[in-house]
């Protein structure tokens, strides 16, 4: 199942994507209700489903098997086009998309392909660090700073050496806390598409502080264009020893010309070994994201220092595009604000 954050309007609504259509949560949960006998108006929905994709993921036990008997109701043709003056569907190119959850609870970005992590180090002269074998490392990043597909608003600043990172993200699907990796496997709700963008003149400059990147990423985190559950990505999964590894190829654009490839299976270390590592201690939560960190040739600053590229970095009105299989096409366009 995709799921999508969307707009008709000024205001944010959940939705199913079924092929060219989005079904509307909240109206067709409202239509099912009222199939099953339920109190079916807007507050009664909401108390049984939650609001929006994030109240999705948090009563995934109630809205799961409702949302697969609307989707077999539209695909049946028996799901009407309006209920109660409400309606229940539009056509994909009538909405403009969100980030999947707009606001998660929280936000983790992890640390996971030595091939970046290593090609990096090498560019600016350092040894590649032992302790990158040891564990699966993260930071945390501005979950308020979340946009999905379209514009993304800089500042001058940020243009000195504005850069894209192509990763993967996991979305956590119920609590938890001290997980192994067997166990973070059943805890992840879905994966959706990540550039977690970077100011690379900003960070380099507080990282020498030694506290992680903050003022060179907090600015904003690409995510979408939709949440895909888990069990739609069995295909592309292998179960591993060390958790579940995806198979899922990687592509990244600037302005038409790709640039990066790489493969989610290539991850050093599995979403479920990162889990592991978050929930030591600590209780992560339904909504909860965690990146990938980004696959090797991800990113502008490995591929200048590769020679790759040279010297490119992102200027306003360049368009960045995202494709990961099976996860779609994330497309975002720079703007400056003066």
Not at 22 to 31: P, R
């Amino acid at each position: 199942m995709k799921l999508v954050t969307f707009r008709t309007d000024a205001h944010d609504r959940g939705g199913i994507l079924v092929g060219d259509a989005v079904i509307d949560l909240a109206h067709a949960f409202s239509w099912y209700e009222h199939r099953q006998g339920r109190r079916c108006d807007a507050p009664g929905v909401a108390d049984r489903y939650g609001k929006g994709v994030l109240g999705f993921v948090e009563s995934v036990a109630e809205a799961r098997p409702a949302a697969d008997a609307v989707v077999d109701a539209w695909q049946g043709k028996k799901l009407p086009a309006v209920f109660e003056g409400r309606v229940l569907s539009h056509a994909l190119r009538d909405v403009t998309l969100r980030a999947p959850i707009p606001k998660p609870p929280s936000m983790r970005d992890g640390y996971a392909f030595r091939q970046h992590v290593e090609t990096a180090r090498r560019n600016r002269g350092l040894e590649m660090i032992p302790e990158f074998d040891q564990f699966p490392v993260f930071y945390f990043t501005n979950h308020q700073g979340v946009v999905g597909p379209g514009d993304v608003h800089v500042r001058k600043a940020h243009l000195d050496r504005l850069d894209y990172e192509l990763e993967a993200a996991v979305v956590v699907g119920k609590k938890a806390k001290n997980l192994t990796a067997q166990q973070a496997d059943e805890a992840m709700f879905g994966m959706t598409i990540m550039n977690d963008w970077s100011a690379r003149a900003l960070q380099m400059e507080e990282m020498k502080l030694n506290l992680g990147p903050a003022k060179g990423k907090d600015f904003a985190t690409s995510l979408g264009p939709w949440l895909v559950t888990i069990d739609e990505l069995a295909p592309h999964a292998k179960k591993t020893d060390r958790g579940t590894a995806f198979d899922l190829g990687m592509h990244a654009s600037v302005n038409g010309r790709e640039l990066s490839r790489g493969n989610v299976k290539d991850m050093n270390f599995t979403f479920a070994q990162i889990l592991e590592r978050a929930s030591y201690g600590v209780t992560l939560h339904p909504g909860d994201v965690v990146g990938s960190g980004t696959c090797g040739t991800g990113c502008l600053l490995e591929l200048n220092g590769s020679k790759i590229t040279d010297n490119l970095w992102l200027k306003a009105g360049d368009t960045v595009v995202l494709e990961i299989d099976g996860l779609g096409r994330l497309e975002n366009r720079i703007v400056l604000d003066e």
